[in-house]
T-cell receptor, first 115, second 114 residues
Framework: NAGVTQTPKFQVLKTGQSMTLQCAQD?????MSWYRQDPGMGLRLIHY???????DQGEVPNGYNVSRSTTEDFPLRLLSAAPSQTSVYFC??????????????FGPGTRLTVL | AQSVTQPDIHITVSEGASLELRCNYS??????LFWYVQSPGQGLQLLLK??????LVQGIKGFEAEFKRSQSSFNLRKPSVHWSDAAEYFC????????????FGTGTKLQVIP
């Protein structure tokens, strides 16, 4: 199993550009999430999904879109990048979800810089 | 809303010494509690979790944590630290029944000196 994979590892964007951060898992997990990590702020939940076709907003969803067409993939879209979106982005998955205190498996992260 | 506090931003210990990382939470009922470790340039890895039962929880890599309801704490401990334990540690709180309601602390960076 590759676990949770994320691409790209690094990305530099100019303000106003759009891009998609890719996340895939091969563990057949229903639950997937996107977090951003900023210095001194821990991880904050952006969006999450409880299964294919079902997504919902987390704590900091503004400026980001998600969709979940398959169980394996959960891409995060930045429609018009802003410097405030400079961060490290982590994707995570779990089989049962945190409602059952299930373990989340994290990807290696994508470091995004918006100029 | 729930919150979690890690009062120590940075801790330095000598290799072989004992370690305790503090975590306090604020929530009206008993939440789910997690400790994660993040090595430089890596994602987070779960060390241990508490959701019910025995308040002393054993985890991977020789770590343990104790849930103390009266103190709203879930401190992480290790009796003898190894150089490879140098990393950042995050406490997290989740609410039963609410998948999206997980809150991470701001992290404690552990430095291990020989």
């Amino acid at each position: 199993n590759a676990g949770v994979t994320q691409t790209p590892k690094f990305q530099v964007l100019k303000t106003g550009q759009s891009m998609t951060l890719q996340c895939a898992q091969d563990m057949n997990h229903e639950y997937m999430s996107w977090y951003r990590q900023d210095p001194g702020m821990g991880l904050r939940l952006i969006h999450y999904s409880v299964g294919a076709g079902i997504t919902d907003q987390g704590e900091v969803p503004n400026g980001y879109n998600v969709s979940r067409s398959t169980t394996e993939d959960f891409p995060l879209r930045l429609l018009s990048a802003a410097p405030s979106q400079t961060s490290v982005y982590f994707c995570a998955s779990s089989r049962l979800g945190l409602a059952k205190a299930d373990t989340q498996y994290f990807g290696p992260g994508t470091r995004l810089t918006v100029l | 809303a729930q919150s979690v506090t890690q009062p120590d931003i940075h801790i330095t210990v000598s290799e072989g010494a004992s370690l305790e990382l503090r975590c306090n939470y604020s929530y009206g009922a008993t939440p789910y509690l997690f400790w994660y470790v993040q090595s430089p340039g890596q994602g987070l890895q779960l060390l241990l979790k508490y959701f019910s039962g025995d308040t002393l929880v054993q985890g991977i890599k020789g770590f343990e944590a104790e849930f103390k309801r009266s103190q709203s704490s879930f401190n992480l401990r290790k009796p003898s630290v190894h150089w490879s334990d140098a990393a950042e540690y995050f406490c997290a709180v989740g609410l039963p029944g609410g998948y999206q309601k997980v809150t991470f602390g701001t992290g404690t960076k552990l430095q291990v000196i020989p």
